[in-house]
C-alpha cells in the first residue's frame, strides 16, 4: 500500500463527525460509496489515514492516487494501489498494463486483481485526487462501486479542479445517480479548531495572539499552517508569529528549497516538469547528473520531505502543492528547455506514449510534435475505447491547428462516445465544412446523421440526409459513394423510414460486394439488419444478418457495430434459450465498454437485464434490474428519439405488478420532459386509469392517446395487447374498444400479438369458439414472454369454460399456473378467478363462493344493468352513484365472476 501523507499535528483536529461517518461505513460491512471534497491541503488525505487505522487486521486496505498528466498511465491508480504488493499475479499485472489489450479485457483484469486480493474480507479501497483520474481509472471505480461484499470505495477529489472535460466529472455525475454514495465536504478550520491543533502540534497551549494571527494568515487551511510549523524548528509559535509570515501557501512550500545548492534546485525544477511519478533514469537523462550525484540529491529531497521514494527507481512529490509551488516561480523559458530535453530523451527511445510526447513537445513550444502525436495518440486512445482521453489529445492538437481535418474527426467521435453532444455537434459540423475529400465529408456527415437525431433536431437530420443524396451524385463509384450510402440508410432507419433504409443498404451492399469494401459491408449490413428486425414480417431475416456479422465485427474492431447488433438482437425477437439471451446481453455491454459507448453499456445493459427477467417469468426480478438501472441513470436525459427510457418501462412493468400509486410518480417525471414520444404519457395514462376502473379518466386519455398515434409510425403488438387488456378490465365500450384496436395495430406488427389481441377482442365479443382457435394458436409462441403466454391460457380456460369444456379448461388453467408462477398483478387475478370457477383453489384455502352467488345484493343489481349494455357513467345516473363508484363495482364483478368483459357478464345473470 502506498504510504499516506502525514501532518505535523500527532492527531487530526476538527474531523471527528466526518471520521464517525466513514467508521460506521466500514463498519457496517456492506458495499458503500463514500466521496471527499475539499480544496487542496483541507485535509482529505490525513482523514482517510485516521480512518485506516481505526480498521482490524483483517481488513483489506488498498490506495491509490490519480496524477496530473495521468492522461499515459491508463489503469493509473489501480497499479499505484498494488505497486510492490508480492500477491498480485504477474501475469495479471503485465495484461492490465498492456496497451494492446482491449480496455474491456483490461478493466476486467483489474477487477480480478481486485478479487484476488480481497476475496470475502472486508475490504476499504481509496483512490486518491479522482480530479487527475485518467478515464480507465475512473471506469474502474464506477465497476468496484456495483460489486457486492463487505467494502468501503473511497474517491478524493478537488470540487474547483473538476470540469467537464474530465473523466470525473461523468464519473461523479453517474455515482450521484446509481448509488447511495456518502459525501463527506472538508470546510476550513475554525478559529478554536486553529487553537487546537497548534496545542496538538506544539504539546502546548498556543497563546490566543498567535492562534489569531496564524488562523488569519493560513485561512484555517490545515496543510498551510502545518507547513508553517514544519519550516520552524521546535514549533515556538510565538517565534513564528514575530516573523514575517509569508502571505501564501506557495510561498511556504518554496521555503523548503530555498537553501538547495544550485545543482539540486536544477534537479527539483526538472522532477516538476517530468510529473508526479519520476523515473530515476528519465530525471538522469534530462539533468545530465550522474548517479552517484543524483541519488545524494534525491536522498536530500526525501530528508526534506519534498520527494517520497513511490516505487523501485521512481519518486514522487510528498503534495502536489509541493510541486505547483515549485513549478510556478520557474521562469517560462526554463520551464520550456526542460520540456525540451524530456521530448529529445522520449524521441530518441522511441516513446511508445503519444500523450505523454505532445505534453512535453507542448511545454517545449515544439507544435509540430505535439500535433503529430496528438493525432497518432487520439486515433489510438479512440481504437481502445478511451474517449475521453483521444478528447483531451485531439483538442490539445486542435489549440495549434484548430482546421486540422484528422484531430477534427477525432474530437467529433470523442465527444460523441463521452456524450458530450453539444461538442460532437461543434466539432462535426467544422469536420464537414473543412472536409477537403469526398471521404472526410462522407464521414462527417455520417456522425451527424447520428449526432442530430441524438438531439432531437430533426430538420437538420433531414437536411443533412439531402446533403448526402447531394454527394453521391458527384462521387464516383466506390468506397466514398458506398459510404455515403450507409449514412443515408442509417438516417432513414432512426426516422423509422423502414422501406428507404433497406434499399440504401442493399445499394450500399453492392458497391461493396463490387469494390470489396469489407467495412462498409458491415456497416450497410447492421443498418438492413436492424431495419429488419424492426418489423415481425421481416424479423428472423434480420436476425439472421445480424448474428452473421458479429464475430467479423469484433475481429476487425468494429466495436461500435457489433455492439449496435447485438443490441439490436436483444432488444427485438429475443434469442429463444435465457442463457442464450443473458450472454449477447454481457457480450453487448463488452463491446460497447471496448467502444467507449456509454448508452449501450449502461442504460441499455440495465434494460436488457430487465427483458431477460421477463422472458423468465420474474417480474419481481424484472422490476429490480429496471429499478437499479434507473436509479444509476437518474437524471439521465438522453436528448435522443427516447427521452426516458426507464421511467417508460418500469411504468409499464408498476402497471403490470398492479403498483398504481408508483406510476402516477413516474408519470409526473415523464410529463417535465420535452422529448418525450408524444404517444407515452396519453398511453400510460390510458392504462392506469383502466386499472383503477376510472372510466371517463380512461376515455380522455385514450382521446389523446389516438391523436398521437396518428403521427406516429411504428406499431407495438405488446403495446396493443396490454391497452386492450387493460380496456376489457374497464369494460370500454364495444365500438371504441374495437377503434383503439385498430389504431394500435397494423400490418407490422408480430403476428402472434395480432392473433392475441383479436382472440381477446372476438372473447369480448361473445364469439367463444372463435376466441380459442385464436388463443391456442399463439399458446406457444416464442415472441410472447411466459407471462403474456398465461394469460393466453387464461383466455383459452375461460372459452373452454363457455362451451362447458371444464376437463380441457382446468389443464389449460394449470399451464398458465407454471408460466405465471414468477407473476403478479392483473394476469394472475384473472387466472385466480378462472380456478375458482373451477374449484381449483388451494387446499388450505377456505372454501369460497363463486359464480353469480358470490355477489352481493347491489352487485346483481349492478350486473343485470351491466347485461343492458349500460356503461359507467349510465350505470351512475340510474343508481344515482359516482362514476367511479360504479367502475369499482363492475371490477368487483368481473373478479367475482371470473370473466374479463362485460358480454360475459350477460352470459352468467342472464338478461333482465
Same mark, same amino acid.
Given at each position: 500500500m502506498?504510504?499516506?501523507?502525514?501532518?505535523?499535528?500527532?492527531?487530526? =483536529?476538527?474531523?471527528?463527525?466526518?471520521?464517525?461517518?466513514?467508521?460506521?461505513?466500514a463498519?457496517?460491512?456492506?458495499?458503500?460509496?463514500?466521496?471527499?471534497?475539499?480544496?487542496?491541503?483541507?485535509?482529505? +488525505?490525513?482523514?482517510v489515514h485516521?480512518l485506516?487505522?481505526?480498521?482490524?487486521?483483517?481488513?483489506?486496505?488498498?490506495? /491509490?492516487?490519480?496524477?496530473?498528466g495521468?492522461l499515459?498511465?491508463?489503469?493509473?491508480?489501480?497499479?499505484?494501489?498494488?505497486?510492490?504488493?508480492?500477491?498480485?499475479?504477474?501475469?495479471?499485472?503485465a %495484461?492490465?498494463?498492456?496497451?494492446?489489450?482491449?480496455p474491456?479485457?483490461r478493466l476486467?483484469?483489474?477487477?480480478?486483481?481486485?478479487?484476488?486480493?480481497?476475496? #470475502?474480507?472486508?475490504?476499504?479501497?481509496?483512490?486518491?485526487?479522482l &480530479?487527475?483520474?485518467?478515464?480507465?481509472s %475512473?471506469?474502474?471505480?464506477?465497476?468496484i462501486?456495483?460489486?457486492? /461484499?463487505?467494502r468501503?470505495?473511497?474517491?478524493?477529489?478537488?470540487?474547483?479542479?473538476?470540469?467537464?472535460?474530465?473523466?470525473?466529472?461523468?464519473?461523479?455525475?453517474?455515482?450521484?445517480?446509481r448509488?447511495?454514495?456518502?459525501?463527506?465536504?472538508l470546510?476550513?478550520?475554525?478559529?478554536?479548531?486553529t487553537?487546537?491543533?497548534?496545542?496538538?502540534a506544539t504539546?502546548?497551549p498556543?497563546?490566543?495572539?498567535?492562534?489569531?494571527?496564524?488562523?488569519h494568515?493560513?485561512?484555517?487551511?490545515?496543510?498551510?499552517?502545518?507547513?508553517?510549523?514544519?519550516?520552524l524548528p521546535?514549533?515556538?509559535?510565538?517565534?513564528?508569529?514575530?516573523?514575517?509570515?509569508?502571505?501564501?501557501?506557495?510561498?511556504?512550500?518554496?521555503?523548503?528549497?530555498?537553501?538547495?545548492?544550485?545543482?539540486?534546485?536544477?534537479?527539483?525544477?526538472a522532477?516538476?516538469?517530468?510529473?508526479?511519478?519520476i523515473?530515476?533514469?528519465?530525471?538522469?537523462?534530462?539533468?545530465?547528473?550522474?548517479?552517484?550525484?543524483?541519488?545524494a540529491?534525491?536522498?536530500?529531497?526525501?530528508?526534506?520531505?519534498?520527494?517520497v521514494?513511490?516505487?523501485?527507481?521512481?519518486?514522487?512529490?510528498?503534495?502536489?502543492?509541493?510541486?505547483?509551488?515549485? +513549478?510556478?516561480?520557474?521562469?517560462g523559458?526554463q520551464?520550456?528547455?526542460?520540456?525540451?530535453?524530456?521530448? #529529445?530523451?522520449?524521441?530518441?527511445?522511441?516513446?511508445?506514449?503519444?500523450?505523454?510526447?505532445?505534453? &512535453?513537445?507542448?511545454?517545449?513550444?515544439?507544435?509540430?510534435d505535439?500535433?503529430?502525436?496528438a493525432?497518432?495518440?487520439?486515433?489510438?486512445?479512440?481504437?481502445?475505447?478511451?474517449?475521453?482521453q483521444?478528447?483531451?489529445?485531439?483538442?490539445?492538437g486542435l489549440?495549434?491547428?484548430?482546421?486540422?481535418?484528422?484531430?477534427?474527426?477525432?474530437?467529433?467521435r470523442?465527444?460523441?462516445?463521452?456524450?458530450l453532444?453539444?461538442?460532437a455537434?461543434?466539432?462535426g459540423?467544422?469536420?464537414?465544412?473543412?472536409?477537403?475529400?469526398?471521404?472526410?465529408?462522407?464521414e462527417s456527415?455520417y456522425?451527424?446523421?447520428?449526432l442530430?437525431?441524438?438531439?432531437?433536431?430533426?430538420?437538420?437530420?433531414?437536411?443533412?440526409?439531402?446533403?448526402?443524396?447531394?454527394? !453521391?451524385?458527384?462521387l464516383?463509384?466506390?468506397a466514398?459513394?458506398?459510404?455515403?450510402?450507409?449514412a443515408?440508410?442509417?438516417?432513414?432507419?432512426?426516422?423509422?423510414?423502414?422501406?428507404?433504409?433497406?434499399?440504401?443498404?442493399?445499394?450500399?451492399l453492392?458497391?461493396?460486394?463490387?469494390?470489396?469494401?469489407?467495412?462498409?459491408?458491415?456497416?450497410?449490413?447492421?443498418?438492413?439488419?436492424?431495419?429488419?428486425?424492426?418489423?415481425?414480417?421481416?424479423?428472423?431475416e434480420?436476425?439472421?444478418?445480424l448474428s452473421?456479422?458479429i464475430?467479423?465485427a469484433?475481429?476487425? /474492431?468494429e466495436?461500435v457495430?457489433a455492439?449496435?447488433?447485438?443490441?439490436?438482437l436483444?432488444?427485438g425477437e429475443p434469442?429463444?434459450?435465457?442463457?442464450?439471451?443473458? %450472454?449477447?446481453?454481457?457480450r453487448m455491454?463488452?463491446?460497447?465498454?471496448?467502444?467507449?459507448?456509454?448508452?449501450?453499456?449502461?442504460?441499455?445493459?440495465?434494460r436488457?437485464?430487465?427483458?431477460?427477467?421477463?422472458?423468465?417469468g420474474d417480474?419481481?426480478?424484472?422490476?429490480?434490474a429496471?429499478?437499479?438501472?434507473r436509479?444509476?441513470?437518474?437524471?439521465?436525459r438522453?436528448?435522443?428519439?427516447?427521452?426516458?427510457y426507464?421511467?417508460?418501462?418500469?411504468?409499464?412493468?408498476?402497471?403490470?405488478?398492479?403498483?398504481?400509486?408508483r406510476v402516477?410518480?413516474?408519470?409526473?417525471?415523464?410529463a417535465?420532459?420535452?422529448?418525450?414520444?408524444p404517444?407515452?404519457?396519453?398511453?400510460?395514462?390510458?392504462?392506469?386509469?383502466?386499472?383503477?376502473?376510472?372510466?371517463?379518466?380512461?376515455?380522455?386519455?385514450m382521446?389523446?392517446?389516438?391523436?398521437?398515434l396518428?403521427?406516429?409510425?411504428?406499431?407495438?403488438?405488446?403495446?396493443?395487447?396490454d391497452? =386492450?387488456?387493460?380496456?376489457?378490465?374497464?369494460g370500454?365500450?364495444?365500438?371504441?374498444?374495437?377503434?383503439?384496436?385498430?389504431?394500435?395495430?397494423?400490418?407490422?406488427?408480430?403476428?402472434?400479438?395480432r392473433?392475441?389481441v #383479436?382472440?381477446?377482442?372476438?372473447e369480448?365479443?361473445?364469439?367463444h369458439?372463435?376466441?380459442?382457435?385464436?388463443y391456442?394458436?399463439? %399458446?406457444?409462441?416464442?415472441i410472447?414472454g411466459?407471462?403474456?403466454?398465461?394469460?393466453?391460457?387464461?383466455?383459452?380456460?375461460?372459452?373452454l369454460?363457455?362451451?362447458?369444456?371444464?376437463a380441457?379448461?382446468a389443464?389449460?388453467?394449470?399451464?398458465?399456473?407454471?408460466?405465471?408462477?414468477?407473476w403478479?398483478?392483473w394476469?394472475?387475478?384473472?387466472?385466480?378467478?378462472?380456478?375458482?370457477?373451477?374449484?381449483?383453489?388451494?387446499?388450505?384455502?377456505?372454501?369460497?363462493?363463486?359464480?353469480?352467488?358470490?355477489?352481493t345484493?347491489?352487485?346483481?343489481e349492478?350486473?343485470?344493468?351491466?347485461?343492458?349494455?349500460?356503461?359507467?357513467?349510465?350505470?351512475?345516473?340510474?343508481?344515482? !352513484?359516482s362514476?367511479?363508484t360504479?367502475?369499482?363495482?363492475?371490477?368487483? =364483478?368481473?373478479?367475482?365472476?371470473?370473466?374479463?368483459?362485460?358480454?360475459?357478464?350477460?352470459?352468467?345473470?342472464?338478461?333482465?
Amino acid at each position: 500500500m502506498r504510504s499516506v501523507r502525514g501532518g505535523a499535528s500527532p492527531v487530526m =483536529i476538527g474531523r471527528d463527525s466526518e471520521l464517525r461517518r466513514l467508521a460506521r461505513l466500514a463498519a457496517a460491512r456492506e458495499p458503500a460509496v463514500a466521496i471527499i471534497a475539499g480544496e487542496p491541503g483541507i485535509g482529505k +488525505t490525513r482523514l482517510v489515514h485516521e480512518l485506516l487505522a481505526t480498521l482490524s487486521a483483517e481488513t483489506v486496505v488498498l490506495v /491509490g492516487q490519480a496524477e496530473p498528466g495521468s492522461l499515459s498511465r491508463p489503469y493509473e491508480v489501480l497499479l499505484d494501489a498494488i505497486d510492490g504488493r508480492p500477491e498480485v499475479d504477474e501475469e495479471q499485472l503485465a %495484461a492490465l498494463a498492456d496497451p494492446r489489450r482491449s480496455p474491456v479485457e483490461r478493466l476486467h483484469t483489474g477487477l480480478a486483481v481486485l478479487a484476488d486480493l480481497i476475496g #470475502d474480507s472486508p475490504a476499504v479501497i481509496v483512490f486518491e485526487d479522482l &480530479h487527475w483520474a485518467d478515464s480507465e481509472s %475512473a471506469a474502474l471505480f464506477e465497476r468496484i462501486a456495483d460489486q457486492r /461484499g463487505p467494502r468501503l470505495l473511497i474517491g478524493t477529489y478537488r470540487p474547483d479542479e473538476v470540469t467537464r472535460r474530465q473523466p470525473v466529472a461523468g464519473l461523479l455525475a453517474r455515482m450521484e445517480r446509481r448509488h447511495a454514495v456518502t459525501h463527506v465536504r472538508l470546510d476550513r478550520l475554525t478559529p478554536s479548531q486553529t487553537a487546537a491543533l497548534l496545542a496538538a502540534a506544539t504539546g502546548a497551549p498556543a497563546p490566543l495572539r498567535a492562534a489569531t494571527a496564524l488562523h488569519h494568515r493560513t485561512g484555517g487551511n490545515p496543510f498551510f499552517l502545518e507547513e508553517l510549523l514544519r519550516a520552524l524548528p521546535g514549533y515556538d509559535v510565538e517565534a513564528l508569529v514575530e516573523q514575517p509570515l509569508p502571505w501564501s501557501l506557495a510561498e511556504v512550500l518554496r521555503r523548503q528549497v530555498d537553501d538547495l545548492d544550485p545543482v539540486s534546485h536544477r534537479i527539483v525544477e526538472a522532477a516538476t516538469v517530468l510529473g508526479h511519478r519520476i523515473p530515476f533514469d528519465l530525471l538522469a537523462d534530462v539533468t545530465g547528473a550522474g548517479e552517484d550525484e543524483l541519488i545524494a540529491v534525491l536522498r536530500d529531497l526525501v530528508t526534506r520531505g519534498v520527494l517520497v521514494e513511490s516505487g523501485d527507481d521512481e519518486f514522487a512529490f510528498r503534495h502536489a502543492l509541493v510541486r505547483e509551488a515549485i +513549478t510556478d516561480q520557474m521562469l517560462g523559458r526554463q520551464r520550456r528547455r526542460l520540456h525540451e530535453a524530456a521530448l #529529445d530523451v522520449l524521441l530518441r527511445g522511441g516513446a511508445s506514449d503519444p500523450a505523454m510526447v505532445a505534453h &512535453h513537445a507542448r511545454g517545449a513550444g515544439r507544435y509540430d510534435d505535439m500535433i503529430t502525436a496528438a493525432r497518432r495518440g487520439a486515433a489510438l486512445y479512440l481504437s481502445i475505447g478511451s474517449a475521453y482521453q483521444a478528447l483531451q489529445l485531439a483538442e490539445m492538437g486542435l489549440d495549434e491547428a484548430p482546421d486540422d481535418i484528422d484531430l477534427l474527426a477525432s474530437a467529433a467521435r470523442a465527444a460523441w462516445l463521452a456524450g458530450l453532444l453539444d461538442d460532437a455537434l461543434r466539432y462535426g459540423r467544422r469536420w464537414r465544412d473543412l472536409a477537403g475529400s469526398a471521404t472526410d465529408r462522407a464521414e462527417s456527415l455520417y456522425l451527424l446523421v447520428r449526432l442530430t437525431w441524438e438531439t432531437r433536431e430533426t430538420d437538420n437530420m433531414r437536411a443533412l440526409t439531402h446533403d448526402i443524396e447531394t454527394l !453521391i451524385a458527384q462521387l464516383p463509384p466506390g468506397a466514398d459513394q458506398a459510404r455515403a450510402m450507409t449514412a443515408i440508410a442509417q438516417s432513414a432507419y432512426l426516422r423509422d423510414e423502414f422501406d428507404d433504409a433497406v434499399l440504401w443498404s442493399d445499394r450500399a451492399l453492392a458497391l461493396a460486394e463490387k469494390f470489396d469494401l469489407p467495412a462498409v459491408r458491415l456497416t450497410a449490413l447492421v443498418e438492413k439488419g436492424s431495419t429488419l428486425m424492426d418489423r415481425g414480417p421481416t424479423a428472423a431475416e434480420g436476425r439472421e444478418i445480424l448474428s452473421g456479422l458479429i464475430d467479423e465485427a469484433e475481429r476487425r /474492431g468494429e466495436w461500435v457495430l457489433a455492439a449496435r447488433a447485438l443490441h439490436a438482437l436483444v432488444d427485438g425477437e429475443p434469442p429463444k434459450s435465457p442463457a442464450e439471451h443473458a %450472454a449477447a446481453l454481457e457480450r453487448m455491454r463488452i463491446n460497447a465498454e471496448r467502444a467507449g459507448f456509454e448508452s449501450l453499456a449502461v442504460a441499455t445493459y440495465f434494460r436488457g437485464r430487465a427483458r431477460l427477467a421477463l422472458r423468465t417469468g420474474d417480474l419481481r426480478a424484472a422490476i429490480r434490474a429496471l429499478e437499479e438501472g434507473r436509479e444509476r441513470d437518474r437524471n439521465y436525459r438522453r436528448r435522443g428519439r427516447w427521452a426516458e427510457y426507464h421511467g417508460v418501462f418500469l411504468a409499464g412493468l408498476y402497471l403490470e405488478a398492479g403498483e398504481l400509486d408508483r406510476v402516477d410518480g413516474l408519470i409526473a417525471d415523464l410529463a417535465v420532459l420535452t422529448t418525450n414520444p408524444p404517444t407515452v404519457i396519453p398511453g400510460i395514462a390510458f392504462h392506469l386509469a383502466c386499472r383503477r376502473g376510472d372510466l371517463p379518466r380512461a376515455e380522455a386519455a385514450m382521446d389523446e392517446l389516438l391523436a398521437a398515434l396518428e403521427g406516429q409510425a411504428w406499431r407495438s403488438g405488446e403495446q396493443a395487447h396490454d391497452l =386492450i387488456s387493460a380496456a376489457l378490465e374497464i369494460g370500454l365500450p364495444a365500438q371504441r374498444l374495437d377503434r383503439l384496436a385498430t389504431a394500435l395495430l397494423d400490418a407490422e406488427v408480430w403476428d402472434a400479438y395480432r392473433t392475441l389481441v #383479436d382472440a381477446q377482442l372476438a372473447e369480448a365479443h361473445g364469439r367463444h369458439a372463435e376466441a380459442l382457435a385464436g388463443y391456442l394458436s399463439v %399458446a406457444e409462441a416464442h415472441i410472447l414472454g411466459p407471462a403474456t403466454r398465461g394469460t393466453v391460457r387464461v383466455g383459452a380456460a375461460r372459452c373452454l369454460l363457455a362451451g362447458d369444456r371444464r376437463a380441457e379448461a382446468a389443464a389449460q388453467s394449470e399451464a398458465a399456473a407454471s408460466l405465471l408462477a414468477g407473476w403478479g398483478g392483473w394476469r394472475v387475478a384473472q387466472l385466480a378467478q378462472v380456478r375458482a370457477r373451477l374449484g381449483l383453489a388451494p387446499a388450505d384455502a377456505e372454501p369460497a363462493v363463486s359464480g353469480p352467488a358470490a355477489l352481493t345484493p347491489r352487485e346483481r343489481e349492478v350486473a343485470v344493468l351491466i347485461s343492458d349494455g349500460l356503461t359507467n357513467t349510465e350505470l351512475a345516473r340510474r343508481l344515482y !352513484i359516482s362514476p367511479k363508484t360504479a367502475a369499482v363495482h363492475v371490477s368487483n =364483478i368481473l373478479r367475482k365472476l371470473g370473466v374479463s368483459s362485460r358480454t360475459e357478464v350477460g352470459d352468467l345473470v342472464g338478461r333482465r
